[in-house]
Each structure stands twice: as C-alpha cells, then as structure tokens.
C-alpha cells in the first residue's frame, strides 16, 4: 500500500460503531470518501456491503473493522497501530454480480450483488424455475424455496447455510445453490464459470409468486432474473497481513 495520510471513516448506527468512529477520527483525523488514501467501514458484514456498494465509484480501497456481528469481511477492531495496520494490509480485488430483474408488469429492476443474487418463493407454495445457462435449458424445472448464485467473497453467506460449496477467492467460478429442493430431490447445485450468463424464469408466477434480491436490493413479484459477473466493476478489500480473504475461506472449512 502507498503510503496512508487521510483516512474516512465510515460507521454503521450502531452504538459501538459510532463511538469507535468519534475515537478512531478523534487520533487520526476524519477526510471524505472523496480525498481519502483509505476508507475505514466500522461495523458489521452488512455494513461492509453497504460501504463498498456506495463507494463503488471511488477508486479507494475499504479497510473493515469489526464491530458487529459476524464480521467475516472484516478486521478485528483496534484503536492502537491503525496506520501500521493499513500499511501492511493485503489487498483483495472482487467483482459483483449484476442482476437484471423483470416484474410481471414489465418493468426492469437492476442491482449489483457483492455477495449473491437469490430468489425466493413469496407465498405459501413452492416456486418453479427453469434455469437457462449461457442461452441453453439445463433444467426445465426446479420445484424449490428458492435459489442463489454466488460469487466466491460471498460463498461462506447465505450460499454456505443453503449447503452450497466454500469457493477460494481467486478461482474463476460461480455457485448455483438450491434451497430446499423438492424436485430435483436435493439437487445440490452446479459451478459455473465467472463469465457465466445464467437466467431464471419463474414458471407459474401468479400461483407461485417470487422475489429476488440482490445484497438486500429487493424486487417483488418478478418473472425472470438474468445473473452475469460484472468485470467493470471492481471493490477493493484490504485485510490484515495472513488474514485475508483466501486464509478466512480455508479456515472456515476445517472448523
């Protein structure tokens, strides 16, 4: 990392997030996303999101902190040695999904995914999809709660507790993870490509309606969703030295 002198800091509502900002701006200062060398996100993984999905426009890296929940996507929280920390930082770049959504009525809904885009069935009965790969059928029908396509930074989230595969970092892949399959029973899923196109179309959608969202950018009573990496979009990651995110992914499969 080149060398770090203004830093923003960026905190979620929270109590513990908040005050940790008033600290941390109080030793090192406090600059705009705009004119900082490092943006600090203190807060939880879905804070985290929130910050790189709303400076995505910036070429500047995002440091977390955690003073959340889960915290995968971020460092442990410390006031002491931040600019040593930083400097030493290792560097992770990831590119969303883009997810193209179409509601019954027509209209388009559009959203960027970090993590994964999901659908789920929106009333009491199971959906129906047929999934459609790079413009060919590869299953005419999937009877399900729900699925989801999953980047690697976000295969140990929703992806990992529907029973989806672990991704390293760095390989070029996609997962394709039913939820609660019916039929196909306990269809696990497939990998696929990044550069995969993948399609849903909801079969029955007035009986069986479903929503779709994207990193907790809902849409509503949708009729198909189309799934791609979006390459021209890159986030920047920054983790502490052997303890990025290549390390979390392995560790988080021999627990």
């Not at 940790?20 to 900082?36: D, I, K, Q």
């Not at 789920?120 to 399900?144: H, S």
Request: with cysteine; charged share 20%.
């Amino acid at each position: 990392m080149p060398k770090i002198e203004k830093i923003a800091f960026m905190a979620s509502e929270t109590q513990i997030a908040q005050d940790a900002a008033r600290a941390l701006s109080h030793v090192y200062g406090n600059v705009t996303p705009e004119n900082a060398d490092v943006i600090v996100a203190l807060g939880g993984d879905g804070f985290m999101l929130q910050t790189l999905h709303g400076t995505q426009h910036l070429d500047v890296p995002v440091y977390g902190m955690n003073c959340g929940t889960v915290g995968f996507l971020m460092n442990e929280y410390q006031e002491e040695g931040v600019l040593e920390r930083l400097a030493a930082a290792e560097e992770e770049v990831i590119n969303p999904l883009r997810m193209k959504a179409v509601h019954a009525d027509g209209t388009v809904h559009e959203a960027l995914a970090i993590n994964e885009v999901s659908l789920l069935r929106a009333g009491p009965q199971a959906a129906k999809l047929r999934i459609t790969v790079d413009g060919k059928v590869r299953m005419d029908e999937l009877v399900c709660d729900g699925a989801l396509v999953s980047t690697p930074a976000g295969s140990t989230a929703y992806n990992y507790s529907a029973h989806g595969p672990i991704l390293p970092i760095g390989a070029d892949v996609l997962a394709l993870t039913a939820m609660s399959a019916f039929r196909p029973r306990r269809w696990r899923g497939a990998l696929l490509q990044k550069a995969a196109h993948v399609r849903f179309d909801v079969l029955q959608p007035n009986k069986r309606p479903v929503m779709a969202d994207a990193d907790s950018r809902t849409a509503g009573n949708v009729v198909s969703v189309e799934i791609r990496s979006e390459p021209g979009v890159s986030h920047r990651l920054l983790f502490d030295t052997g303890h990025g995110l290549e390390e979390r992914l392995i560790r988080e499969q021999f627990v």
